[in-house]
């Protein structure tokens, strides 16, 4: 496989200030480096940018691009907004408690813990109308061993249905 792990995810966000406000003080967030320029190096696309990394303890990055000279972001409103999102971990369950906590404390709306019987999750908004996900992760292994076994099962009754593969998935509970 050529990817050993994630280098950086990138989206765009409104304000950097903002943004990096937020993730400093909402999840305590390192705001690692910026780089801007006034055209693009991969295009030479005359388009000032602001490109804004935040390190994650594994050495991954979260990142951002604000662009003044293009149109307001918006979302696809096509997708669910439940459904674009970045999941991030934390270390333990009383972590992720003391995350839901402190951005309620801050007036975040925050969704969960909900228990997805492979993590327990908490889920909330950026400024950037963003989704984001705080995972503990709970599986325990015999359930990681079963839903690997009946993968290529459910893949291909899901491709053949589009419906959850129910007579699959009752595999699970033998």
């Not at 966000?13 to 991969?42: H, I, Q, R, W």
């Not at 390190?55 to 990055?61: A, E, I, K, T, V």
């Not at 007036?107 to 997805?116: F, N, Q």
């Amino acid at each position: 496989m050529f990817p050993q792990s994630v280098h950086h995810v990138a989206y765009r966000c409104k304000d950097s200030k903002e943004t990096v406000e937020f993730y400093e003080k909402a999840l305590g967030m390192s705001y690692t480096f910026a780089v801007a320029e006034d055209e693009n190096p991969t295009t030479g696309e005359v388009n000032p940018f602001m490109h804004i990394f935040f390190q994650l303890p594994d050495g991954s990055h979260l990142a951002f691009f604000e662009l003044p000279n293009e149109p307001e972001m918006g979302r696809d409103q096509n997708t669910p907004e439940w459904v674009q999102h970045l999941a991030m971990d934390v270390s333990s369950l009383d972590e992720l408690h003391k995350a839901k906590a402190h951005l309620e404390s801050m007036g975040v709306e925050v969704v969960g813990p909900t228990d997805h019987k492979i993590c327990q999750s908490i889920y909330f908004f950026d400024p950037n109308g963003h989704r984001l996900e705080l995972a503990y992760r709970t599986m325990p292994p015999e359930l990681e061993k079963k839903l690997h076994d009946i993968s290529a099962d459910m893949l291909t009754e899901w491709t053949k249905t589009k419906r959850a593969p129910r007579e699959v998935l009752a595999r699970l509970a033998g």
